[in-house]
C-alpha cells in the first residue's frame, strides 16, 4: 500500500523555521504533481504550495509571502517544506498530496487524488 507520511512539524516560536518532509513508501510512479496544504481549527484547508513535475512550474498560497519553499529530493523520494520566519498564523495540520486530477485550480484540495496524514505545526508568539 502506497503512503504518504508526513514529518517534521513541532513547535516553534515566532520568527523561526520548520522543515517538513513527505516520503512516499514505496515508490511507485512518477507525480504530475506534488503539495502541500494546512488546515488551521475552525478553518478550510488551504494550499500552501504546489509543485507540477511536467513543466516544473511553482505556485504559492498569497500569505507564503517569498517564507516557504517546497522542493522534492527524487533520490529519496521525499517531498520538502522550508517554512521560514513563521507566524502563529501558521499554527495548523499540514499535509502532503499528490496527484493534481485535473478537475480544479491549483489551489484546490479536491483536485488532488493522494494524501498524507498531516504534521502538525504550533507557532507561538
Known amino acids: 500500500q502506497v503512503q504518504l507520511v508526513e514529518s517534521g512539524g513541532g513547535s516553534v516560536q515566532a520568527g523561526g523555521s520548520i522543515r517538513l518532509s513527505c516520503h512516499e513508501t514505496?515508490?511507485?510512479?512518477?507525480?504530475?504533481?506534488w503539495a502541500w496544504f494546512r488546515q488551521a481549527p475552525g478553518k478550510e484547508r488551504e494550499a500552501v504550495a504546489v509543485?507540477?513535475?511536467?513543466?516544473?512550474?511553482?505556485h504559492y498560497g498569497d500569505f507564503v509571502k517569498g517564507r516557504f519553499a517546497i522542493s522534492r529530493d527524487n533520490s529519496e523520494n521525499t517531498l520538502l517544506l522550508q517554512m521560514n520566519s513563521l507566524e502563529p498564523e501558521d499554527t495548523a495540520m499540514y499535509y502532503c498530496?499528490?496527484?493534481?486530477?485535473?478537475?480544479?485550480?491549483?489551489?484546490?484540495?479536491?483536485?488532488?487524488?493522494?494524501w498524507g496524514q498531516g504534521t502538525q505545526v504550533t507557532v507561538s508568539s
Open positions: 498530496a499528490a496527484d493534481f486530477l485535473g478537475n480544479g485550480r491549483w489551489h484546490d484540495r479536491h483536485a488532488f487524488g493522494s
Open positions: 509543485m507540477f513535475t511536467t513543466d516544473g512550474e511553482l
Open positions: 514505496p515508490y511507485t510512479y512518477r507525480r504530475n504533481a
